[in-house]
């Protein structure tokens, strides 16, 4: 069951989107002025997210409560003309529901992946060979673990034994023969929940395996936490950095519902704003990585990605780069 989810006028005003972008959010793709001109009753593509790529979204089923199931998501993201979505597993792989979901929902380009965590086996090579064999080719994204992962843990105190990728400057054997998949089958790597310094080492040995399209996870987040520099040097490698609308919504006011949440720092939109520049937009890709349970809608949140950092000087051009081009290369759309 899907579970309720906060206002889009109050997540808007936790974001620090005021004024008059938030009351441009307001009316909203479904509007009954704008339903009224949509042909045989169809909603209206919403003009602010029409064609965006959207690479992070968490949806039931899940270990964490989630807003909305696989089939409402789409079916929202389809209606505000959204081009593509990847659904995000935490645990096991979501290409076999992409699948799925794409039969079901027609219009709109679904993918999954999977997750290198303890529910899969750590870094198991024969998980991630029956994603893509399961997906049919809709299986496009492998995160390194997340939840699993040394830094994760470290950073929640836990003494549970993490999933290790990186060992000292080199990744863990396991980890190469997964790379070296990823590459025979042009699939998108994500560092998942890796520190800084670890992303830096796994991207070196992914190039090195004939990697070409890794995107640092959420970059500036916690247990992440990469400098700017960090930043650059994995966008000079060919990664492409991350930022989310998430990490606006954390820290100890969340209205996020799973205390997990409220551990983890908050990120404005002005800091996102600031790594933007500082790496320039080329090699950076927008995401929602929304769903959480009391949470903003995934389609809410990548509207107020796009009217905030509009907001804050964010160009239309780039903002076309980073949640359109960019995400879509990496899919191979």
């Known amino acids: 069951m899907c579970v309720h989810r906060i206002s889009r006028r109050s997540f808007l005003k936790m974001a620090g989107v005021g004024g008059a972008a938030l009351a441009a959010t307001q009316a909203g793709p479904l509007a009954p002025a704008a339903q009224a001109q949509a042909p045989r009753g169809r909603p209206v593509p919403d003009p602010d997210i029409q064609g965006l790529v959207d690479l992070h979204i968490h949806s039931e089923p899940d270990r964490r409560p989630r807003v909305m199931d696989d089939l409402e998501v789409a079916r929202r993201a389809r209606d505000a003309g959204v081009d593509a979505i990847v659904l995000k597993p935490i645990d096991f792989e979501t290409a076999s529901r992409a699948f799925l979901v794409r039969r079901a929902v027609p219009g709109i380009d679904v993918f999954g992946g999977i997750t290198l965590n303890y529910a899969v086996g750590g870094l ?74 670890e992303c830096l080492v796994l991207i070196r040995e992914a190039r090195k395996e004939g990697v070409d399209r890794i995107v640092v996870t959420h970059a500036v987040q916690n247990p992440i936490n990469m400098t700017v520099d960090e930043q650059k040097e994995a966008a000079r490698m060919g990664a492409y950095i991350e930022h989310t609308m998430l990490g606006t919504v954390l820290g100890p006011d969340t209205p996020l519902i799973d205390p997990f949440y409220k551990v983890l720092r908050k990120v404005t939109l002005e800091e996102v704003a600031r790594h933007i520049r500082a790496t320039g937009p080329q090699q950076v890709v927008l995401s929602s990585d929304c769903g959480a349970a009391m949470g903003p809608a995934p389609m809410d949140a990548l509207k107020g990605l796009v009217v905030g950092l509009k907001r804050l000087g964010v160009t239309q051009a780039e903002v076309d780069l980073m949640m359109k081009t960019n995400p879509a290369k990496l899919l191979g759309l």
Request: net charge positive.
């Open 124 to 197: 198991n090579l024969e998980a991630v060979q029956w994603m893509i064999a399961m997906g049919r080719g809709v299986g496009k994204i492998v995160w390194m673990p997340n939840v699993d992962a040394a830094a994760h843990l470290r950073h929640f105190r836990s003494t549970k034994p993490p999933v290790q990728v990186v060992q000292g400057d080199t990744i863990v054997p396991a980890a190469r023969e997964i790379l070296k998949l990823i590459a025979r089958n042009r699939l998108v790597l994500a560092t998942g929940h890796l520190s800084g310094p």
